[in-house]
């Protein structure tokens, strides 16, 4: 369990408590399109405004590279706010920390709301710069990290900050999301079941070797499963192939036997000649794909094999899909698996990501126990590895 201080250990009365979310949402045309970051906030900010902390809030909002008006944190102030039932003010600065943010600032009385500017407008944000650190901390007397999502990088408003003021904790959504992935990880209850997709086993190499040493069973679909097949000595076609990783995977799979843990793969696949959804497809035996077709989906058969392992599972992770999920041709596997998982009684964990978007998408959401929000956080966490952001707030 975590033993770093929460929420509820400080006294944040009439106090400036900075608080980092994960306000990264999808935004179209000034409109957010799924707000669900923003509400997975909500626990922590409205615990801190019922104590009478003044909150003042930053977040980072997609790829900036500096001041972009595309990319400014104004529809998620007004979003927050109808959220809250309350005004939030935007300090509109393309400084972040600037004259605006300051002013509005240095207005707050107990429980208003104030939203910083997008973090990442200033370049000096991903290089954990001291400055900004300090300027950041200036606003505040407390800090409180609930960006789980960002928590594995070491910017300044996830970690450098916490050494420039009087106190500082994890929010809700950051131990929550710690808890979770902690016990399925170190202490679950068997059996134990992980599900890995996605297209690259190189982005997945620390996460399956980790896994390994943990679960029961594991499962591998997705583009990386052909590497495990060509491992095999099986012919992959045109399928996503990782030749420099065939030997990982031999590895792999020899561990997996060595420790008695059942690494399962797709023994059909759904292969296409193009690469679009609009195309002929067939499903063939995945130890003999022609060699002018492709792998997009797992097949029937295969399935069926994942479901019933899935079905007597008391602890599930899964993370990455097992076909091309934004094809809806190919989608059929990834919601097979969503089914599946929907119908455990155990622990299920999606790992954020597209596993998490797969999820919410078909309607799946209150059937899982937990969808982690930061996929690259939650990565970095079943490879085993602390994060940064997670480090930098102050123990019990």
């Known amino acids: 369990m975590l033993n ?3 929420v509820n250990d400080l006294n944040v009365s009439s106090k400036r408590v900075l608080v980092r979310c994960d306000f990264n949402v999808p935004i179209e045309d000034g ?3 799924d707000d669900n970051r923003i509400r997975a ?3 922590t900010i409205l615990q801190l405004i019922s104590n009478g902390a003044k ?3 930053c977040s980072h909002l997609g790829r900036a590279k500096g001041p972009d008006a595309k990319f400014s944190l104004a529809p998620v102030a007004k979003r927050l706010g109808e959220l809250l039932g309350k005004d939030v003010v935007f300090a509109a600065d393309d400084n972040v920390v600037g004259g605006n943010a300051r002013a509005a600032v240095g207005k707050m009385e107990a429980g208003d709301v104030v ?3 997008n973090t990442r407008f200033r370049s000096e944000e991903g290089k954990n710069d001291e400055g900004f650190s300090k300027e950041l901390a200036s606003l505040a007397d407390i800090f409180v990290n609930d960006a789980f999502g960002t928590s594995h990088r070491a910017h300044c408003s996830t970690v450098g900050v916490a050494s420039f003021v009087e106190d500082s904790a994890v929010g809700f959504l950051m131990e929550k999301e710690i808890n979770f992935l902690g016990n399925a990880v170190n202490n679950p209850e068997r059996p ?3 599900i890995l997709g996605g297209a690259k086993v190189s982005d997945k190499i620390p996460v399956i070797e980790n896994l390994l040493t943990k679960v029961d069973v594991l499962i591998i679909g997705g583009g990386m499963a052909y590497t495990f097949m060509a491992a095999k000595g099986h012919e992959v076609g045109k399928s996503l192939l990782e030749s420099d990783k065939i030997d990982f995977a031999k590895e792999m799979m020899a561990k997996a036997e060595a420790k008695g843990v059942k690494l399962l793969l797709p023994v059909d696949t759904v292969i296409v000649r193009e690469f679009k959804n609009d195309t002929e497809f067939k499903t063939v035996e995945s130890c003999s794909i022609p060699a002018d077709w492709m792998g997009v989906d797992i097949g029937e ?8 392992a899935l079905k007597d599972a008391k602890t599930v992770i899964w993370n990455g899909p097992m076909g091309v999920f934004e094809f809806e041709n190919f989608a059929k596997g990834t919601i097979a698996v969503a089914q599946a998982l929907a119908n455990v009684s155990g622990t299920t964990i999606i790992g954020g990501g597209d596993s998490a978007a797969a999820v919410i998408q078909l309607g799946f959401a209150d059937k899982m126990t937990h969808i982690s929000t930061g996929g690259g956080a939650s990565l970095e966490f079943l490879e085993g590895k602390e994060l940064p ?3 930098a707030v102050r123990n019990k």
């Open 41 to 43: 906030a909500l626990p």
């Open 192 to 194: 134990f079941v992980a």
């Open 301 to 308: 058969k295969s399935r069926e094999i994942f479901a019933d």
């Open 31 to 33: 409109k957010i399109t």
């Open 4 to 6: 770093k201080k929460n």
């Open 115 to 117: 939203l910083l500017e």
């Open 389 to 391: 952001g997670v480090v």
């Open 55 to 57: 909150v003042v809030i």
